[in-house]
């Protein structure tokens, strides 16, 4: 019974830690454009969907939607705008911050994103 007990605790635990550190949230993002390119600014919100997140920027009004994959330490998502696509990939940085790189479908370059928690 005391065995039973301490297991649950544990697996509650531990399960309370992983929600809390995993990225849903809001931020504000800040980045690049492939090749050096202008730099902008947005909003991000990282919502759980399940075993994956919903990914949404606003970037400048347009609206960039994306279906994600990771855990507390990365992120990986791909996404779409109108007919544009693409993929990024983030790192949860000591700070809190997410730092990333992405790029469009069929681009030899990438891009740097970072998320700085609302």
Known sequence: ???????AAVVLALGTLAVLADPVGRY?????????GAPWSGT???QRTGDTYRVTWNVGGT????????????????Y????????????????????GVW???GSREIAEDRWNPR
């Open 80 to 99: 779409r705008s109108g007919n544009q696509t693409g993929i990024a990939l983030y790192g949860r940085q000591s700070d809190g911050t997410w730092q």
């Open 44 to 46: 991000v919100e990282v």
């Open 28 to 36: 504000t993002s800040t980045g690049t454009n492939p090749g050096g």
């Open 103 to 105: 790029t469009y479908a």
């Open 1 to 7: 019974m005391i065995l039973r007990f301490a297991t």
């Open 63 to 78: 609206i960039f939607t994306g279906t994600g994959i990771g855990s507390r330490d990365f992120l990986a998502v791909s």
